[in-house]
Structure formats: C-alpha cells, structure tokens
C-alpha cells in the first residue's frame, strides 16, 4: 500500500468532496473534530496505570487503531485546507526538536526544552 | 522529500531512541500527549467565527502548523508502539466511512452515520 | 439543595473515599480525566452550527447536563488535592479577567487580551 | 466567601454582560473553550510521573489553579446557559455512581462500572 501523505490525502479529500462536506470542514471545525477524536483516544486509558495501559492497547487494538485514524484523517485534511505539506511540517518539527533536545543533554530526561 | 508514514516514522523513532525515551512514551503518555496538543491547536480558535478562523490560519500558518506536526509525530511514534500500519488504518476508515456515509445519502448533511 | 463547592466537594470526596480510590487521582489522573471527559463534551457539538448546537443541547439536556457533572466532579476533587479553594480560584480569575478584559475595550469583541 | 454555585454563576454572567460577550458564548463555543482549557491544565503534566505530577502541582500551584479557575468559569456559564442547576446536577451523578460504583464492589478498582 502506498503510505505517502500525499496519496493518503487525495482519498481523504475524494471522499469529502464525494459529500460535499469542504463546507462544514473550516480550520476550525477540524480542530474540534480533532480534538474531540483525541479525547475518545485518551478515554481508553483513564485511571489506567502504564502498565494496565499497555495491556489494553493490546487488547483493544482495532478500536484504539480506528480512533488514531479519525484523528490521522482529520489531520491530513486539515492540512490540505491550510496548504501545509504535513511530511514537510513533521520534518521540520524534528529538525527544531534537534535543536531543542540535544541527544547528550535530552537523554533519559522527561523535562520540556526549557527546563533541561 | 520521502512522506510515507514509514519513512517519516523511522525518522521519530530515530530521534526518540537517541534520547532514551521509550521509557516514558507508554500507549498512555502517548496519548495524554496527544490531547495535550490537540488542545493547543484548538487554543488557536477559540471565540472566532468560521471565518475568523480562516483568517487567522493563514496569519499563524507557521504556528498552526507546528501544533499538527506535534500531533502528527505523537501519533506516528503510538502507531509504532502498538504495531498499527497506520496508513492501513486510515484507509480500512475510509472504506468504513463509505459504509457508514453511502455519498447520496451523506451528501450536504452534518449528521452522524447513526441520525442520517 | 446547598449548591456551595465546599459542600459539594466533600460529598464528592466522602464517594471517592468509601472506594479508597485516592490512590488512583493523582493531580495528574485527575487532569486527564477531566481532558477526556471535556471531550465528550464537546463531541455532542462537533460539525454543528451554532444554532444546530443551541437545538441541540436542548434536545440532549440530560446526556448534556450529565458530562457536565463529570467534569465539575473531577475539578472539585483536583481542588481539594491540591488545597486549592476553587470559590475563591474562580473570584480571583474574574478579577484578573477584569483587569485584562476592561468592560469598555472588551464590549462586544472576542479579541483575546493581548489582541485588543 | 460565598462559594455557591449559584453566587459565582451571577458574578460570571454579570461579568459576560458587561461586555455583551453572550453573542459568543454558544453551548458549542462554550464546549470547545472548556475542551482548550482542559488540554491547557493537561499540558502541565505531559511525561510526568505520577510523583513528579504531585511535585508540580506544589510548584505551579498558582498557574495550575488559575486553569482550573478557567475551567470552572466556562462550565458554570455553560450551565447558566442551558438552564442545568450545576450542583442538581453534580448531586445526580454522585447518586448515579453510587449505583454504578457500590462500594463493596468498586473499593480499591479502578476498572469501568461496565467492567467492575
């Protein structure tokens, strides 16, 4: 399967175009759409420890793999309305994150960049 | 540039093992992660009209952008951890959604597959 | 019925003790519920229109009214964790949005205050 | 102080008023700015410990609280919107998980009601 953004994007656009849906899909309400995706991705793990996290994201797999794509969806659109190239977006995020997070300094610290 | 999911995730993995990380990136941290800035990108249209918020995405392309890349690389890396091909998961959600949204009856509708 | 958040939260911690769960709601826990929880909030309102969303908080009170309850719940409990009295929390923040938000400059704008 | 919710609602519609804010203030808007306060009070813990999530919340107590202050604004006004007496409400779901939750059963679990 060919796993590029890009061609990723093109079905997810195809299939909202197929509905007229663009109308209803303004940076905004993809934003609460992905925020509300996050959420149901974060309620399976309430309460749960690492450790019981873990075993339920075996257990639970396809759900949990199915809410990661509503949000993967809803990203991939979102940038195609905003004209941002995601791969490129993530590509320079880590290169920031390089720069933010030396590998000597970051290294088994759990601290935000500004706090290292 | 290369913008498969693999290819990208290859790269997040790379810059994640570096700093010793994978001890605190559980499904769980994941994706408390992953909400966090979900909310972030969200913070940005808070209050504003659709088209205020058309707006302001191209004003803070850069900005905005950066919050999608938080999510996105957050979703590749739990994508990785669970062993979810996540380019397979958002097209079995398409072809789901096809189902779900048949396009003559979605079409022009804001309504959830389970009010159409 | 005594609606004070000091009556409240002592029902709320008496349910929470009777079930030795103050191992579990940590700060940390109980901020993740309370993000999970503003989720399904908001999942009631995702691709509706304003007035599609003023129907529909009339339609579904009751669900509505009930994760409403959810959240309030949590953030009173994370207050008394954290001997934060949230009464005087809120009046403080009013006060400030005071400050920030001065009646004549904010009329009728939803501008943030660092906008205006 | 008086902390009732009924109190602290007049004080915050009072305070909306004054800058004829309610135009903005939707159910759905209202839900998406708890949502986007909610991920602001997560963010304090992203890739904390449970331990290190208590240390925090001593240090930033203030920062931490002026979220959750946030917080409960929007969900009174919320309330105050859709006519939900919060504290009816609140003293409902307590009933509720009383008979989801019965203490024998629940004590010292942190799984599901649909789980226990």
Redesign the interface.
């Known amino acids: 399967?060919?796993?590029?953004?890009?061609a990723?994007t093109q079905?997810?656009v195809a299939?909202r175009d197929?509905?007229?849906?663009k109308?209803?899909h303004?940076?905004?309400?993809l934003?609460?759409?992905?925020?509300?995706e996050?959420?149901?991705?974060?309620?399976?793990?309430?309460?749960?420890?690492?450790e019981?996290?873990?075993q339920?994201?075996i257990d639970r797999?396809q759900e949990?793999?199915?809410e990661?794509?509503?949000?993967?969806?809803l990203?991939?659109e979102?940038?195609d309305?905003?004209?941002?190239?995601?791969?490129?977006?993530?590509?320079?995020?880590?290169a920031?994150?390089?720069e933010r997070?030396p590998?000597d300094k970051?290294?088994?610290?759990?601290k935000k960049y500004n706090e290292l």
């Open positions: 399967m060919n796993d590029s953004i890009q990723l079905r997810i299939f197929a509905r007229d849906w109308q209803f303004s940076p905004k309400e934003s609460v759409a992905i925020a509300a996050a959420g149901e991705l974060l309620q399976h793990f309430v309460w749960q420890s690492t019981q996290s873990v339920r994201a797999k949990i793999a199915s990661m794509a509503d949000v993967a969806i990203l991939m979102l940038a309305v905003l004209n941002v190239p995601l791969g490129e977006a993530v590509a320079d995020k880590l920031r994150n390089e997070y590998a970051a290294r088994g610290s759990n």
